[in-house]
């Protein structure tokens, strides 16, 4: 076995006595004190965590704006400089390879900012369509910086933060964190108000350190993943891979087929003219039973589909998922049957954003 | 930490003898971390030693329940299925799962005292580390 790939905050970690994981490859932690605790945290304060596995991609030079526009299901040369939006990377047949943030950083820089799995498959697809003549340069800098997601409504109250509240959501700022030099986007995957911030790996401790002091608890990758079920956030390689297309998960707003040529446009064409056989839907229990990844969706005792995320819902206290139904008993409110334990238990479909911002507990001042 | 008067499986389950509760250890607990979810089965069920009597579910993963020794359910805790949180404050008290009518008490032979397990877990904290 491959020793596990280590973030500069590693030693954090086991510091304070995280429980670990493999998570594809990293020794991340899971949780710190308790998943419940640092749901809740995010939820009503602040918590951080640690996504420098996140691979953190700068594309420069004269091309680089249209060969992104070619890879992409969405134009990035349209951005203005220092917005953001999020993308996919889909091979020819529309299937999706990821979905991944792109910043106009400046004028020919863009970064790219995309899920740990798959990086160097990922990285060959753009090599495999990149001209050798074009004025490209990609860069990974993944290994040389640190990503910290600080996330939470008391976020901007942060006094290193309190300056970037006027940053739009979805917008990058190269700025000052504290006194660390920094690349601050407004952005997360919790369904809270947040920062994602990029800075040199040698600024790890000393940007961690910055927010134990204000007490912003540190938060494992058992909360991420509660926080982003609950605002109905997919994962890619769970909820959608090259084996599903972005208009039956519901990515379809992320389609441009009017921008121009791009690699997967004529598949992606095709599938929405003849219309998705699949949906993507959220799910409830009717009952405390949890539903998870893999498990079996029956409709009238007839297997229709499979769960492709599903846990406990922290803010709501019930069992949440998110899986794929055939197109016609898509409807929020249709009864569906879980297997659970060799039992069909009753769920219904629902609004796949369980949990939306400000209406659960209560913003406390720090 | 682990009452000297149970008696634990190498499963991290424990049993009190003398008033036939079963429930999981403080170790196991922290190992599964926030219990959300307990499956127990309902009274009159006839379980057998470490053969699996019910599931645990945390956040983060369902996790199989072993019982202890053989006998009959004659009782679930419903304020552990109602507040399963009580399953991590107090695993040996007010978390109890299930209380058994032990039908072999020879059975007892086979678990550990509480200094046997205390050395069975401190020797499986060991190999995490490593």
Redesign the interface.
């Known amino acids: 076995m491959k020793p596990l790939k280590k973030t500069p905050f590693n030693k954090v970690h086991h510091g304070l006595k995280a ?1 670990m994981m493999d998570f594809g490859g990293w020794d991340l932690p ?2 710190y004190t ?3 605790e640092e ?1 809740k945290a995010v939820r009503s304060r602040a918590g951080m965590f640690d996504v420098s596995h996140m691979g953190r991609v700068w594309v420069t030079g004269k091309d680089a704006g249209a060969f992104l526009d070619r890879m992409l299901t969405k134009s990035v040369q349209r951005l203005e400089i220092g917005s953001g939006q999020l993308c996919l990377l889909c091979l020819e047949n529309g299937g999706i390879l990821d979905d991944l943030y792109v910043y106009h950083l400046g004028i020919e820089q863009y970064l790219v900012i995309w899920n740990a799995s798959n990086i160097e498959q990922k990285l060959e697809w753009l090599f495999r369509w990149l001209d050798p003549d074009a004025d490209i340069t990609i860069k990974d800098n993944s290994s040389n910086t640190v990503m910290l997601a600080v996330q939470g409504p008391a976020v901007c109250r942060l006094k290193n933060l309190e300056g970037l509240s006027y940053l739009p959501r979805f917008s990058i700022t190269q700025t000052k964190v504290g006194d660390l030099s920094a690349l601050a986007a407004r952005t997360g995957y919790t369904g809270e108000d947040g920062f994602e911030i990029i800075t040199d790996a040698a600024n790890a401790l000393p940007l961690w350190e910055s927010f134990i002091e204000q007490d912003v608890k540190p938060c494992g990758l ?1 909360a991420r993943d ?1 926080l982003r079920l609950e605002a109905g956030m997919m994962l890619c390689g769970h909820d959608m891979d090259t084996y599903s297309n972005p208009f039956e998960v519901g990515l379809g707003w992320l389609v441009d087929l009017e921008k121009g040529d791009f690699i997967g446009e004529n598949a992606l064409l095709e599938i929405k003219r003849q219309g998705v056989s699949r949906k993507l839907i959220g799910f409830q229990m009717n009952g ?3 539903a ?1 990844s893999g498990y079996k969706i029956f409709k009238s005792g007839q297997e229709v589909g499979q769960v492709s995320s599903g ?2 819902a ?1 803010s709501l206290g019930i ?1 949440i998922g998110l899986g794929y139904v055939p197109i016609e008993m898509a409807t929020v409110g249709t009864g569906i049957e879980i297997m659970i ?1 060799n039992k069909l238990t009753p769920a219904r479909i629902a609004n796949r954003r369980f949990y939306k911002r400000g209406e659960s507990s209560e913003s406390q001042g720090i | 930490m682990n009452p000297k008067e149970y008696r634990y499986t190498q499963e991290h389950e424990w049993v009190c003898p003398e008033s036939g509760k079963v429930g999981i250890t403080d170790y196991a607990q922290s190992q599964l ?2 219990v ?2 307990l ?1 127990l089965p309902a009274p009159s069920t006839q379980v057998e030693q470490f053969k699996k009597m019910g ?1 645990i ?4 993963a ?1 996790s199989d329940l072993f019982a202890p020794v053989s006998g009959e359910v004659l009782e679930i805790n419903q304020i552990a299925i109602d507040e399963p ?1 009580l399953v ?1 404050q107090n695993p040996c008290g007010d978390g109890w799962l299930a209380r058994l009518k032990l039908s072999k008490i020879s059975e007892l032979d086979a678990l550990m005292d509480s200094d046997k397990y205390d050395e069975f877990i401190a020797r499986s904290g060991e190999e995490d580390s490593e």
């Open positions: 429980r899971v949780w308790s998943i419940l749901h058992g509660s405390r039973e949890i998870r846990g406990y922290p069992g334990r | 971390g926030d959300v979810f499956d599931e579910e945390s956040v983060k369902v949180g991590n």
